[in-house]
């Protein structure tokens, strides 16, 4: 089973594609994983960059959506798409640093349920049982540029502390 799927909604991401797809390789070389890039039909033809870069790199899979646009349903298109043991989102406009990914797996490798890359050093108010099951990596962790980055079991996803499961176990 391939171990990370990272989902990349895109809209007018042309500019950033290649970028984002040659750090994301530098950040997982090593590991079994595919970038996942999902666009909603972006007029800049983000879609058409990333599956010109499929081409050449293996590690690139691309979803171009021409109905049901919005950045949640990308998101869930592209989880629901993941065939690896986890998945990962992050921005495609490179205010996600990459490297922090390899540590986000190692967390999910511990045992943690989801990893969550945050600028805060401050734990928000969760539940003892949802700490327990989370990774928070903080700023001193992960650098200044991660908020909205989170990493989990493929199985599990997890919004605003509320686990769903959006695949049959």
């Given amino acids: 089973m391939m171990k990370l799927t990272v989902v990349s909604p895109t809209y007018n991401e042309a500019a ?10 530098a950040a997982l070389s090593g590991m079994d994983y595919e970038l996942l890039i999902v666009d909603d039909d972006s007029p800049d033809r983000t879609w058409a960059v990333a599956q010109e870069l499929a081409k050449a790199n293996g590690h690139i899979r691309v979803i171009h959506r021409t109905k049901g646009r919005g950045l949640s349903a990308a998101v869930i298109e592209g989880i629901h798409s993941s065939v690896a043991e986890y998945v990962a989102v992050i921005d495609a406009d490179l205010q996600h640093n990459p490297e922090i990914l390899p540590k986000m797996v190692e ?15 401050r734990r928000r108010n969760w539940s003892v ?10 700023r ?7 908020s909205g980055r989170k990493a989990t079991r493929s ?6 502390v509320a686990a769903r499961r959006l695949r049959p176990s």
């Avoid at 950033?16 to 390789?25: D, K, T």
């Avoid at 199985?155 to 605003?160: A, S």
């Fill in 16 to 25: 950033n594609i290649a970028r984002l797809s040659q750090e994301v390789h």
């Fill in 107 to 121: 967390a999910l490798d511990a045992g943690a349920e989801i990893a969550v890359g945050s600028r805060y050093r």
């Fill in 129 to 138: 049982e949802h700490r327990s099951k989370a990774a928070i990596l903080d």
């Fill in 140 to 146: 001193d962790q992960v650098g200044k540029h991660v």
């Fill in 155 to 160: 199985d599990v996803w997890i919004f605003h």
